[in-house]
């Protein structure tokens, strides 16, 4: 019996680090299109319609994380 309780927690892990990793992906997804990306789009000098198409696309792939 203890084997068996051995073999169906490393599962149960796996699936809680995919879970974390997807999160965290997530939201570092979102705090690039929020606060690094038009930091560094100011440094460059690039136009604001293009830091806006570049924060959309941050936003769509951390949606679908």
């Not at 203890?2 to 796996?14: L, V, W």
């Not at 606060?35 to 293009?50: E, M, N, T």
């Amino acid at each position: 019996m203890e084997n068996d309780m051995k073999q169906t927690k490393p599962a149960a892990n796996s699936g809680i680090d995919r879970e974390m990793a997807s999160l965290l992906l997530g939201a570092g997804f979102a705090l690039a299109s929020l606060i690094i990306l038009p930091a560094l789009a100011q440094r460059v000098g690039l136009g604001s319609s293009l830091t806006i198409a570049l924060r959309g696309a941050l936003m769509r792939a951390s949606s679908k994380v």
